[in-house]
């Protein structure tokens, strides 16, 4: 997953300050790798509408980045570091009945949507998953909208935007959302941030009309292209992240 973003901030110092496509370290490559957890609850006779989950995973990524213990001096900012100095991977799980009663049990965030719910827990070694997360099927994710979504969104309101020429999984499609969430949010500034939190991270998830992606994915708003580890080929944008404050400064 990388930015596509390169748009000059030096008269606006904050942005992107924490952001690790913005600073030079260590080759992100050759780091430690670490994934960040994100387990949704999929029960057979219920499932969660796709929308509202592929919403809820964006937020939950942005409720992990700003919950007290991954910064500072909390007891998840080691491995936040670890894993934003690193290849920013995300793995989306499935659980249901006790599975997801255990997954509760490990450290982490719950985050409630309309009617889906998706914990998201600090990031971990890429074979050092705990063994309640790592029994999780990672399979078996594909959701259904009860209604088609339309592209129309509220005014104002950040919208997450899929490449319509992909066919992801919802799974990978959380996944995705939550990176490009994240890119947003590196490239706000600290009152910009406070702005987003304010309103619970309100965001929408929408597939691009065919004909706005091109503008879309070349409009200087951060892209996310997906190092292509699972079923999609590497380098494919898949996500255009289009929040307001980013877009003004275009």
Request: hydrophobic share 45%; glycine share 8%; no cysteine.
């Amino acid at each position: 997953m990388s930015s596509q973003h390169t748009d000059d901030t030096s008269g606006v110092p904050a942005v992107g300050a924490d952001s690790a496509f913005r600073r030079e370290h260590a080759l992100r490559d050759e780091a430690p790798q670490f994934v960040l957890p994100l387990v949704v609850r999929i029960e057979k006779a219920e499932p969660p509408a796709r929308t509202d989950a592929l919403e809820t995973a964006a937020r939950a990524v942005l409720v992990l980045l700003t919950d007290e213990r991954a910064g500072g001096e909390g007891e998840w900012a080691r491995a936040v570091s670890d894993w934003q100095d690193a290849r920013i991977r995300k793995v989306v799980r499935r659980a249901r009945g006790a599975e997801w009663r255990k997954a509760q049990t490990l450290p982490g965030i719950t985050v409630e949507g309309a009617e889906a719910l998706v914990r998201v827990f600090p990031p971990v070694p890429l074979d050092g998953w705990p063994k309640e997360l790592a029994k999780l099927q990672v399979s078996g994710t594909d959701l259904d909208d009860p209604e088609p979504v339309g592209a129309d969104t509220a005014p104002g309101l950040p919208v997450l935007w899929l490449n319509p020429g992909l066919g992801m999984s919802a799974g990978k499609a959380m996944a995705q959302a939550g990176h490009a969430a994240q890119l947003a949010w590196w490239e706000l500034t600290p009152a910009e941030r406070t702005a987003w939190q304010d309103t619970g991270f309100r965001l929408a998830v929408r597939t691009a009309p065919r004909d706005r992606w091109e503008a879309l994915s070349s409009s200087g708003l951060p892209v996310v292209r997906d190092a292509g580890f699972t079923e999609i080929a590497p380098g494919s944008a898949t996500v255009v992240a289009d929040h307001p404050a980013l877009r003004a400064r275009l």
